[in-house]
């Protein structure tokens, strides 16, 4: 089974899965340490990200070598967004600031073939032996969700488009900012529209995630979510330094 297979068996059954972060560090081989963690996907940011598309290009190249699924997060709605990235070898987008049915449908539009969209044939997008049915299939969306206006057109997003979108994920500080709760994520409006999410997408099995740090992801679990989008490059190498200084400073207290 291959790794886009297995992720998307696991989002039809609503079951946890990891993405981890990626904004900025320009490494090819690190998707491979990224793979063999375990995590189900990474996220390359180039909304608020370091990245360009052309700084990616290289591990786009590795992730589809090891078979580590590829998201990109597009800065835009346009096609020369969407549609690059899928050419580069990306494994599907994560679309930001989704807040109504057209904002899904121009998507659609720009990352599948026809006859269910109006992408044109380029670059690495089609794998080796791939079919277009099957590029269509095997593309992921996942829609952002940052904003009560997005929460309130969701379900019907869903109804219509719900088929095609692999995830919806909440955006917290920008959700936070758009209820005017000055970046206080867990202010009541922000709260309140996150559980909404939540239960929209249950009405629709569909699987529901945020980006959030590693500490409240056990909150959210618990809450009802699943997709667990987390843990950026650069907090990741910190934590690991803090962790051998931590070992190091415990020494003379263990006696050694």
């Given at each position: ?50 990245y360009t598309p052309e700084s990616i290009f ?103 488009y719900g088929d095609e979108i692999a995830g919806v994920i909440i955006g917290p ?84």
């Amino acid at each position: 089974m291959t790794a886009i297979e297995h992720l998307k068996q696991k989002l039809t059954a609503r079951e946890k899965t990891l993405g981890l972060h990626m904004g900025g560090l320009v490494y090819t081989d690190l998707p491979i340490y990224y793979k063999n963690s375990g995590a189900d996907f990474m996220v390359y940011d180039l909304e608020h990200g370091n990245y360009t598309p052309e700084s990616i290009f290289d591990m786009l190249t590795t992730s589809r070598r090891v078979d580590m699924i590829s998201i990109v997060r597009v800065a835009d709605y346009d096609y020369h967004c969407i549609s690059r990235v899928l050419d580069m070898g990306a494994d599907g987008i994560l679309l930001p600031r989704v807040e109504t049915e057209a904002h899904v449908e121009n998507a659609i539009n720009c990352m599948r073939f026809y006859p269910k969209g109006k992408k044109g044939v380029g670059g690495k997008a089609l794998k080796p032996g791939e079919t277009i049915d099957r590029f269509n299939e095997d593309r992921l969306l996942f829609i952002q969700i940052e904003s009560p206006l997005g929460v309130s057109n969701l379900d019907k997003i869903l109804e219509r488009y719900g088929d095609e979108i692999a995830g919806v994920i909440i955006g917290p500080s920008d959700m936070s900012i758009a209820c005017g709760c000055n970046l206080d994520i867990k202010a009541a409006p922000v709260v309140d529209n996150i559980r909404r999410t939540i239960e929209i997408c249950a009405s629709h099995n569909k699987s529901v995630g945020i980006f959030t740090s590693e500490s409240d992801i056990q909150y959210y679990y618990d809450q009802g979510m699943n997709i667990f989008w987390t843990g950026t490059e650069m907090s990741l190498i910190a934590k690991g330094i803090s962790c051998i200084y931590d070992i190091v400073e415990t020494l003379g207290q263990k006696g050694i």
